[in-house]
Structure formats: C-alpha cells, structure tokens
C-alpha cells in the first residue's frame, strides 16, 4: 500500500462540552495520512485535491461548531423544545444551548476526545475519496505552546460567517510584555483567570436568576444563522461591555493592565486560536 500525508492541513476552532470543565474552547491541528493504490497519475491523492476535499469537510464538519457527546448521562432536552438541550455538570450546575443544527456536532461518545472526533471525520471523508484510497488516518492534535495559554468560547452575532454562533471557541496562548519586557507572571495570571471561560457581552444579556442558590446568566441573540441562546452559570462567564473579537479581546486585556500600572507601557498579543490574533498597545 501507499501512503501519502499532509500535516498541518487545517486548524479546527470549537467548543465542546465537559462533565467538569463546562464548556471549553478548543483548538486542534489536524493532519491526514491517506493510504491506498496509485490511480492513472500515479498518486494517492493529488495534493491539490487534499485541501479541496478533505479540507473543506473537516473545516465544514467541526470548525466553529459545538461538539456534544450523546453517551454523556448528564445530557437532556426540553420536550416542547428539541433544538434546546440541558447538560447538567458533575457539580449539579447546568448549561443550556439552542442554535440551529448546523452550530452543533453530535459525537457518539461519552466525553469529546481528539480520537473520537477523528474517527467521526474518517468516516465521513471515506465516503468521498476515490476507490483507490482505502485508509484515512486523521491526527488531531494541540499546538505545543511554551508559556501561558487559556480556554475561552464566545459567540459574535455581528460575523457574516460561522464565528457568529453562540458556543464556538479557541485554545489561546498570550503574550503580555511590561516596559518593553515579556512579563510572564502577568501571563499566567490572565490565563488562570480565563482558564475555560466564556466571554460574554453585555448587549446579548437577556436574563440573569438565581436557581438553587447559583447564579446564572442567559445570553440570547438572531443572527443570520438563526437563533442562539445560552444559559451557564455566572461564575463560568468573564463579561465584556463590547463584542468579543480577538481585536477587543486584545485591547480589554491591555486596559485592564494599564489601569493596573498607569506609569507602564503595556503591550498585549491575544492570540485566536493557532497563528492568529491581535495586538493592543498602551
């Protein structure tokens, strides 16, 4: 058999959901081996089609999407409602979401591993490739990141394209120098702040309770997608009186910082995800 490869073919940016940790933002590299006979060119697979086909599926199927594990028992529905489900976490808190269906990913497992979005993926980019590719193996995997880096899912109802949807999310590192010098306490201290967050806006604030002396927050907005909304408790929100773009991100982070320390020099490097981001000065 022959083997052709690709790493690094594309990045995927989701969420998914987690007994423990809520809801997380994720980022994983995907690279693919393909396997089989040599067709009239004497290829696998041409390279150029690689990114066409396979790229594209991976990027249609996972990217910005919320991925939802059926096989968890902490799962339920509203039954006048089937587009809303209830994920109810190991500390008897909830999280409730509702968005069209092309904003979720049902996986058939019990807890979102890379193996188990893979072996979703295989099977779909099988049923594409030519007869002579007999194997599809998909990597997923996280950037190595040397210094802090943090969870954190968003929704910008504003975004024409799928960043628009309410629970999609990144694996971030930041950068953070004071003065002219990298300042990698104040790194850490950001990253444990927004260690599996959602960043919230308060314009698509539509309800705040208390149930079972826990706070919870709703957020709720149309965009051109649908309908979103999504209810979590409060101590799992960081709130933003703006949109979450990376681009405001970046310069909340550098105001908070130089509100911090007013004499300082303050440069923030918010990164969305792998490659990609913004920077802030004051």
Known sequence: MNHLFVDNLTVIDFAYLDPTRGLVGESWIADVVLGGELDDQGMVFDFSNVKRTIKRII????????????????????????????WTLADGTHIVHRSPDEAVVWLSAERVIPSAVAALLERELMAVLPANVTSVTLNLREEVIEGAYYHYVHGLKKHLGNCQRIAHGHRSPIRIDRNGKRD????????????????????????????????????????????????????????????????????????QLKAEFPSDTILVKAYEGVGKGAMASR
């Open 184 to 255: 990698e306490e104040l790194e850490r201290t950001w990253a444990a702040r927004w260690e599996d967050i959602y960043v919230g806006t308060e314009e698509d604030v539509v309800r705040r309770h208390v149930e079972n002396d826990v706070a919870y927050i709703t957020f709720e907005y149309e965009a051109n997608q649908g309908e979103f909304t999504l209810t979590l408790p409060e101590a799992r929100v960081y709130m933003m009186n703006t949109d979450t773009t990376v681009e405001f991100i970046a310069a909340h982070i550098a105001d």
């Open 59 to 86: 990027d249609e199927r996972v990217d910005h999407r919320l991925v939802i594990p059926r096989g968890y028992e902490g799962l339920s529905w509203h039954q006048d409602t089937p587009d809303t489900f209830i």
